[in-house]
């Protein structure tokens, strides 16, 4: 995978992009991730950015009902345009069954689903190429993730009143 996180495939079969076609969107996961982070986007963000995205709840390993499920959700989505895939994992069985079904319809894939890409999704043109809008998604997700650190022990003995106590 590229280092910008987005791994794009338009093989010669794609179906010619139509003028008011969208790109279509499907989210798969492990457990229940993809339809829990989707309806908490469609929770957040107003309007119907994400009413027609799909969400795949799968389980362990690739199953042929998950085949099927993943063929039959990218086929509902597919307008023309391509599609974005969006994993939570790379290289996890979902991840890989979304991969392969997608051969055949120009698509994007971005992994490590989360609630900024989907909040980011619902407000962006689905217009754009399966690349762009992977691009976008990926740009949210990376700037949502935020690491703080307090590392300075110098007041420690300070009890600070409104903070929990663990001691």
């Known amino acids: 995978m590229p280092a910008d996180g987005v791994a794009s495939f338009h093989p010669?079969?794609?179906?010619?992009?139509?003028?008011?076609?969208?790109?279509?969107?499907?989210?798969?996961?492990h457990g229940g991730t993809a339809s829990a982070l989707l309806a908490a986007a469609r929770g957040i963000v107003p309007g119907d950015g994400l009413a027609d995205v799909l969400a795949i709840d799968a389980g362990a390993g690739e199953t042929e009902e998950l085949q099927a499920r993943v063929c039959a959700a990218i086929d509902d989505v597919d307008e023309g345009r391509g599609i974005l895939l969006i994993a939570d994992l790379m290289g996890s069985s979902p991840c890989m069954c979304g991969i392969k079904n997608s051969f055949?319809?120009?698509?994007?894939?971005?992994?490590?689903?989360?609630?900024?890409?989907?909040?980011?999704?619902?407000l962006a043109d689905r217009g754009?190429?399966?690349?762009?809008?992977?691009?976008?998604?990926?740009?949210?997700?990376?700037?949502?993730?935020?690491?703080?650190?307090?590392?300075?022990?110098?007041?420690?003995?300070?009890?600070d009143p409104q903070k929990c106590s663990t001691g």
């Open 12 to 29: 010669s079969t794609a179906r010619s992009d139509c003028a008011t076609a969208k790109c279509g969107v499907v989210v798969i996961g």
């Open 104 to 122: 055949g319809h120009g698509f994007a894939v971005v992994t490590g689903l989360n609630l900024a890409m989907l909040t980011k999704l619902a």
């Open 128 to 159: 754009s190429t399966p690349r762009e809008l992977a691009n976008a998604c990926a740009g949210s997700a990376q700037r949502a993730v935020c690491v703080k650190i307090n590392d300075d022990l110098s007041n420690r003995d300070q009890a």
